[in-house]
């Protein structure tokens, strides 16, 4: 790995030379090898590969992208995933707490830090109301982590795009409930997340040096591609493409170069940003200098090579190639997307990847550590 550069306090571009290899190791041989090396032999592999327990894993895997579910969100929940899925998906109908300690407990994952994965509110809902809703979702959630302060923790949520209550809830969150950050969607309505209606969060997000998980969401100008499909074209492209759109709003607004301590997780490996990250650079360039010092003073990779990516639903080979060729190994942490991903698809992809140890441990545990120490408090 190249040293970091002392210019703009850049984190180094990995090395193409440098990056974990990506091929596989052939099963039989591996299975040799470790037959004919003994126990000792397959536990080094296991730990390479990142397979230990987490009993083992000294702080433990922590999944920084996990579902729970309010009971106060259920009719909203329920006709969201039904237009999209055409029912409610059996994992989410029967989540509870416990199920999801049973899921984390079988894939050796330590803690998760859950958020909503809700829709702003429905036709007909007041400002007030929401806010409610609001503040009933942050209080489901303080009493998950109040019952198992070891396996869980919470991203704030925000009634969103009401500003005022977004303000307030921000407050209650990181004061009150000491939540280590908080979740934000890509978009809202038709307007996504660097919007200048939604400046004042990303003024108060900022002066709090807050951890934000950006969400997708499939936006309600884009899921018409073909008759009668707007569901699955939500789960293969709108998902994925609105994070694109999210980070394209944060560039252009200047939200990233204007609100530089917010530090930002993108779900999905970055979904689409690592892979369109060149073609982005290629338009950025036709700018003049003039241009650019309004939204980008210090360049796009600049901006976002600093910021956060998971690997939930997104630790399959072309896309963490993308991403890994893309930012540091300190910008990367595990996730799952659970319960609408099962953590053991998550795993097995993550392993399969084969990173060294040190980088594996990173990614399970360090990397999440270092942005949000506090999962790491005392009775936490």
């Excluded at 998906?89 to 407990?105: G, H, Q, S, V």
């Excluded at 704030?156 to 950050?181: C, H, N, Q, W």
């Excluded at 990303?202 to 709090?208: A, D, G, K, M, P």
């Excluded at 893309?326 to 595990?334: D, K, L």
């Amino acid at each position: 790995m190249a040293a970091t550069s002392s210019k703009n306090n850049l984190p180094p571009t990995p090395k193409l030379a440098d990056a974990p290899t990506l091929a596989a190791v052939p099963r039989r041989a591996f299975l040799t090898s470790a037959l004919a090396s003994g126990a000792a032999s397959l536990l080094g592999a296991a730990a390479l590969w990142g397979q230990s327990g987490a009993e083992k894993m000294g702080p433990g895997t922590i999944d920084v992208h996990n579902h729970f579910f309010p009971p106060v969100l259920k009719d909203d929940t329920d006709r969201f995933l039904t237009a999209v899925y055409g029912a409610v998906p059996e994992a989410i109908k029967t989540w509870t707490p416990a199920i999801a300690i049973e899921a984390l407990d079988r894939n050796g994952i330590a803690k998760a830090v859950v958020c909503t994965s809700s829709r702003p509110a429905a036709p007909g809902v007041t400002v007030d109301q929401f806010r409610a809703t609001a503040r009933s979702c942050n209080d489901y959630g303080a009493k998950m982590v109040q019952d198992n302060p070891k396996r869980f923790a919470q991203f704030g949520f925000l009634p969103m795009p009401d500003v005022d209550g977004s303000l307030r809830e921000i407050e209650y969150s990181l004061d009150t409930l000491k939540a280590p950050g908080i979740g934000i969607m890509t978009s809202y309505g038709n307007q996504w997340i660097g919007d200048p209606v939604f400046t004042p969060v990303l003024q108060e997000l900022n002066r709090r040096k807050a951890v934000v998980l950006c969400h997708p969401r499939p936006a309600a100008c884009c899921t018409n591609l073909m008759p009668n499909v707007a569901s699955r074209e939500s789960q293969l492209v709108e998902f994925p493409y609105d994070t694109g759109r999210a980070v394209v709003s944060l560039l252009m607004s200047a939200s990233f170069a204007n609100y530089r301590d917010i530090r930002w997780i993108f779900c999905h490996a970055g979904d689409v940003v690592p892979v369109l990250s060149g073609r982005m650079n290629n338009v950025f360039s036709e700018l003049s200098p003039e241009q650019l010092a309004k939204f980008i003073p210090q360049g796009m990779d600049f901006e976002l090579r600093r910021q956060f990516y998971d690997t939930a639903d997104g630790a399959y080979a072309p896309s963490m190639a993308a991403l890994q060729a893309y930012v540091p190994n300190s910008q990367i942490m595990f996730g799952t997307d659970y319960p609408y991903v099962e953590i053991e698809k998550n795993v097995r992809e993550i392993r399969a990847r084969h990173l060294p140890a040190a980088q594996m441990r990173a990614v399970e545990s360090r990397n999440a550590l270092k942005l949000m120490p506090q999962l790491a408090a005392p009775g936490a």
